[in-house]
């Protein structure tokens, strides 16, 4: 009997395993479809955190960078039509021939502009010769040069205030300059324009900065003045015949052929991709390399100007990254957590179901020897009570015998 209650102790757990691995399984797989719903949420609300803040530090950065360019054309744009009301310039147009005149305007130019503190500042006549010039003793003087296919010039001539900007010829080739023109009238006609050059280049340096780069693209989406050398000069959008032909016949960018910056933009727009080539000496086995950035921009509709800034996302990837890795400690401390307490549950139900066995087992064999002391308490009771009848039965034989043999002496 004892025998047969210990051999029910594995079977009783056999019962048990079935549904304990279906709550494990059970288990493992809401585990893992929070962990996914945890890990997404953790990552969707990090890398908007992450740059919203990028956005808000270089939203203020591009502020500055539009009103630093604004506050730096705006200090030249009305020097010229202050210095077209001068009765010298006048002279000097309506009397060419005039030497004396025209030696003392080009020191009163250069005079002016060292004290503006512009790059140059020159006379044009109406046929679009530069008649005089604050560089007019360099080398290579601007005296002498045509510029009458200038749009600057075209529209000041027209009675406006001419902007333009290109690749500066000398004495500075290939740097990027800003012109002013403004026309000088006399008896109510246009006799010549008066032009400023600004350089445009150093603005450049004022800008760099290690997580964002910053561009200033045209009417036509070329990029002419940036952080990145590499990109200047290239296009963010197709350029057609028409525009590639103007470019060509003002030489407003020199030589420039155009190749395109390889922009590939997300839905939203404001996530872009730039695919570069490595440079020849790249470890990088694949020959281009792209790079996320952040894009943001702002107009400056006067100059028909786009001011854009490229955040790069490394501080937003680390953000999240971080967050990540600590979501997924969390949880994995959770489940391991969880996985001990569960350990510990299960020993403990497997020792109070020993110690149940063992009590049962133990309570059945008691139970088992009380019946056989009880057995043999009645079968010993049964053998007393036959020996005293045995007893009474020889005692009553005895008497018998002894009447018996009392009756025969009698005879």
Same mark, same amino acid.
């Given at each position: 009997?004892?025998?047969?209650?210990?051999?029910?102790?594995?079977?009783?757990?056999?019962?048990?395993?079935?549904?304990?691995?279906?709550?494990?399984?059970?288990?493992?797989?809401?585990?893992?479809?929070?962990?996914?719903?945890?890990?997404?949420?953790?990552?969707?609300?990090?890398?908007?955190?992450?740059?919203?803040?990028?956005?808000?530090?270089?939203?203020?950065?591009?502020?500055?960078?539009?009103?630093?360019? /604004?506050? &730096?054309?705006?200090?030249?744009?009305?020097?010229?039509?202050?210095?077209?009301?001068?009765?010298?310039?006048?002279?000097?147009?309506?009397?060419?021939?005039?030497?004396?005149?025209?030696?003392?305007?080009?020191?009163?130019?250069?005079?002016?502009?060292?004290?503006?503190?512009?790059?140059?500042?020159?006379?044009?006549?109406?046929?679009?010769?530069?008649?005089?010039?604050?560089?007019?003793?360099?080398?290579?003087?601007?005296?002498?040069?045509?510029?009458?296919?200038?749009?600057?010039?075209?529209?000041?001539?027209?009675?406006?205030?001419?902007?333009?900007?290109?690749?500066?010829?000398?004495?500075?080739?290939? &740097?990027?300059?800003?012109?002013?023109?403004?026309?000088?009238?006399?008896?109510?006609?246009?006799?010549?324009?008066?032009?400023?050059?600004?350089?445009?280049?150093?603005?450049?340096?004022?800008?760099?900065?290690?997580?964002?780069?910053?561009?200033?693209?045209?009417?036509?989406?070329?990029?002419?003045?940036?952080?990145?050398?590499?990109?200047?000069?290239?296009?963010?959008?197709?350029?057609?015949?028409?525009?590639?032909?103007?470019?060509?016949?003002?030489?407003?960018?020199?030589?420039?052929?155009?190749?395109?910056?390889?922009?590939?933009?997300?839905?939203?727009?404001?996530?872009?991709?730039?695919?570069?080539? /490595?440079?020849?000496?790249?470890?990088?086995?694949?020959?281009?390399?792209?790079?996320?950035?952040?894009?943001?921009?702002?107009?400056?509709?006067?100059?028909?100007?786009?001011?854009?800034?490229?955040?790069?996302?490394?501080?937003?990837?680390?953000?999240?990254?971080?967050?990540?890795?600590?979501?997924?400690?969390?949880?994995?401390?959770?489940?391991?957590?969880?996985?001990?307490?569960?350990?510990?549950?299960?020993?403990?139900? &497997?020792?109070?179901?020993?110690?149940?066995?063992?009590?049962?087992?133990?309570?059945?064999?008691?139970?088992?020897?009380?019946?056989?002391?009880?057995?043999?308490?009645?079968?010993?009771?049964?053998?007393?009570?036959?020996?005293?009848?045995?007893?009474?039965?020889?005692?009553?034989?005895?008497?018998?015998?002894?009447?018996?043999?009392?009756?025969?002496?009698?005879?």
């Amino acid at each position: 009997m004892a025998e047969t209650s210990i051999e029910a102790i594995p079977k009783q757990k056999s019962t048990q395993l079935v549904p304990t691995q279906l709550v494990r399984i059970v288990f493992i797989a809401c585990f893992i479809a929070i962990s996914a719903v945890v890990l997404w949420q953790t990552y969707y609300w990090s890398q908007k955190i992450g740059l919203e803040e990028i956005r808000e530090r270089n939203d203020h950065t591009l502020n500055l960078i539009v009103t630093n360019l /604004q506050g &730096e054309l705006s200090q030249f744009q009305y020097q010229p039509a202050l210095l077209a009301n001068s009765k010298l310039f006048q002279s000097v147009l309506l009397d060419p021939a005039s030497g004396p005149t025209l030696n003392g305007l080009n020191r009163e130019l250069e005079r002016v502009n060292f004290l503006s503190g512009a790059l140059e500042t020159f006379l044009v006549n109406k046929a679009g010769i530069v008649v005089a010039s604050s560089n007019w003793a360099a080398d290579r003087s601007l005296v002498g040069t045509f510029v009458g296919a200038k749009p600057y010039f075209q529209t000041a001539m027209h009675g406006g205030l001419g902007r333009y900007h290109a690749i500066s010829g000398p004495p500075d080739a290939g &740097e990027m300059s800003y012109f002013f023109a403004h026309p000088i009238r006399s008896s109510n006609r246009q006799i010549g324009v008066v032009v400023i050059r600004l350089r445009l280049g150093s603005l450049e340096e004022r800008w760099l900065a290690p997580d964002h780069e910053t561009l200033v693209l045209d009417e036509a989406g070329i990029v002419f003045m940036s952080t990145r050398s590499d990109w200047r000069f290239r296009s963010t959008a197709s350029l057609n015949d028409e525009i590639l032909s103007g470019l060509k016949r003002l030489h407003q960018y020199g030589d420039q052929t155009f190749p395109p910056l390889n922009i590939s933009q997300s839905v939203g727009g404001n996530i872009i991709e730039i695919t570069q080539s /490595q440079p020849p000496n790249s470890q990088n086995s694949s020959s281009e390399r792209t790079t996320r950035y952040l894009l943001q921009q702002k107009k400056m509709t006067t100059a028909g100007w786009r001011v854009l800034i490229l955040a790069k996302l490394d501080s937003a990837t680390l953000q999240t990254n971080i967050s990540l890795i600590v979501v997924s400690f969390m949880l994995v401390s959770a489940l391991l957590l969880f996985a001990v307490l569960y350990q510990r549950r299960l020993r403990l139900q &497997e020792r109070i179901s020993l110690q149940e066995a063992a009590q049962a087992n133990l309570e059945h064999q008691v139970e088992q020897r009380t019946e056989a002391l009880t057995d043999a308490n009645l079968q010993l009771r049964n053998e007393i009570f036959e020996r005293h009848r045995a007893e009474a039965e020889l005692h009553k034989t005895q008497a018998e015998l002894v009447q018996s043999a009392k009756l025969a002496a009698l005879g």
